[in-house]
Structures are given as C-alpha cells and as structure tokens.
C-alpha cells in the first residue's frame, strides 16, 4: 500500500477519513481471491487495497489485531514460498539486514487449512515505497552503464546517498545468493519516501523473497536464474562489493532452522528439507570464501 490516491473534484473527501492505513476497508475482494463467497455476493464492497494488489500468488490484505498485514500463499506442488520467507527473514535477523519480518499464517476461524506467510505493512501514511523500477527510468541508461550503475546514477541525481544504497545493495545480492532467489525484478525493491516533502528515506527494507530456495524443482541446488543485474548467481554475486559485514558463523543454525520450519508443511517431505538446509550452507560458505 502507498499514500498516493486521486478523489472526485469537490467530492469533500479527507484524506484523513479514508486511507486504509488508519480506517477499516473491505474484506469481499480478499474472500473472492482466497476462494470464499462474501457475504453479500450481489453488493461487493471494492473499497479495499486488494484492488490494486499485483503479483501471482495468492495474496489479501487483512487487519489482525488491529494491525494491517498482508496474508500470502503459495503455488506449484510444493507450496513452499510462505515456508521460504520464513527462512529469508531468519536469515536476515542473523546477518542483520534490514528486512520486513514475515511469519507463518493459518487464518483464523476458517476451514482453510493452509499455512501462509504473513507480514506487516512497512510503509504508512506518511511514507511511501517507490520501486526500483520507477527510479530507473529517471534518466537514460547510457551505454558504457552497466544496470547496476545505472540505478546508482538515477539514485544519485535524485539526491539519495549512493554510499547507503549501494551497502544495502550488497546485502541484498547476498541473501538472494544464499538463498537462490529467482525472482528479485525492480518492481521487487525499491526505496522509501515522505509522502508529504518527497525526501527520499533511503533503501527500503528487504521484502518479499518467496521464490527461492529452489521452490519449483526437484532438484534442490540446482543452478537457478538470477535477477536485476545478472542472468545468473555466480555473476551477480561478483558484482557485491563489501562483504565486511558478512558473518558465516551466525548462520550456523539455519540448516536446522529449515529443517523445523519445513516440518509445518504438509507438501515438503524431511528430506527436501535437510537438502535445503544443506544447499543454503553451501552457499554460505562459498561467500565466506568470498570475504
């Protein structure tokens, strides 16, 4: 969700009175894209940020004690990206790279059985996320820029402290190589802004690392496609240019940590598990070796 919204000229509509940061919205077209009937089928409710939700998977925006959180499913045979974010944010936790923290899900008084993941909203009403897309297009990639250069330029000639980004850059082609994330597009990071002064905040915390860990193949550790920079991995890895802050040993734990967390699905056999957990320590290691 973000803070930008149009209204009907001298509608008399308040700002204050209507966002969904603060005020209640709609649940029917959550209930429809989760396979439930709303209660009034013939008067649905549009006034939700579900209508402008994008992405593939299975997603709703709900308010769970009092706080507005974004419920999200998985996909394929495994089910596996809720279980994967998961992981993505322990990860990050032992490493210390700013993140949104997600949790596993069951939805409350339901019949469905089905674990999600589950996650704050990180921007509010007086901020909003910009992603990297948009920045990009700021100015025209020159030809001697690489895409990585030139997202720092448009980040620099909007006025963003390049040294800040480029650190959080880092850390983020780091994780997305521990956990063999395939699918990091622009419109999957991007950086905060006030809503109100349009001075930009900084890189926006990491979010939204479901596809990973080799989520739609049997074959665990197997090479997999790589993104924004790089078509692969050990490319893009290359292109991280601290690694100071990086620490093996706080990971030590992860493989048990996957291990555990996998046991909550009824689709990923133990197995799998352990080979994930295992993969995710190898590449770990091999950035250690990078350091």
């Keep these: 969700m973000t803070s930008n919204w149009v209204m009907p000229k001298d ?108 996650c704050e909203n990180f921007v509010t009403s007086q901020t909003e996320l910009v992603p990297a897309w948009r920045v990009v297009q700021t100015l025209k990639r020159l030809s001697s820029d690489s895409e990585l250069a030139h997202l720092l330029r448009c980040c620099e000639g909007l006025g963003m402290e390049v040294s800040g980004i480029t650190s959080n850059i880092d850390k983020m082609l780091t994780l997305d190589y521990i956990i063999a994330n395939e699918d990091r597009h622009y419109n999957n990071f991007g950086f905060l802004r006030n809503a109100e002064s349009l001075e930009w905040m900084g890189f926006a915390p990491i979010y939204d690392s479901g596809t990973s860990l080799w989520y739609n193949t049997q074959k665990v550790g197997a090479i997999v496609d790589a993104k924004p920079f790089k078509k692969k991995h050990d490319e893009q890895i290359k292109l991280v240019q601290s690694l100071n802050w990086f620490k093996y040993d706080a990971l030590k734990d992860i493989a048990t940590y996957c291990i555990e967390t996998f046991a ?13 957990g295992n993969a995710v320590m190898h590449r770990a290691g091999i950035v250690e070796k990078m350091r």
């Design 11 to 118: 509608s008399g509509l308040c700002w204050d009175n209507i966002n969904f940061f603060d005020n209640d919205f709609s649940g029917d077209i959550g209930e429809i894209l989760f396979g439930q009937k709303p209660k009034d089928i013939v008067n649905i409710n549009m006034l939700s940020p579900d209508a402008t939700s994008d992405g593939w998977l299975r997603k709703k925006w709900s308010i769970v004690n009092d706080k507005r959180v974004l419920i999200k499913g998985g996909s394929g045979v495994f089910e596996q990206e809720p279980f994967n974010e998961a992981i993505a944010t322990a990860v990050m936790e032992r490493l210390n790279i700013t993140h949104v923290p997600y949790d596993l899900f069951c939805i409350p008084s339901s019949e469905d059985e089905n674990i999600y993941s589950v």
């Design 264 to 276: 909550r699905s009824s689709t990923i056999a133990n197995d799998r598990a352990e080979a994930i």
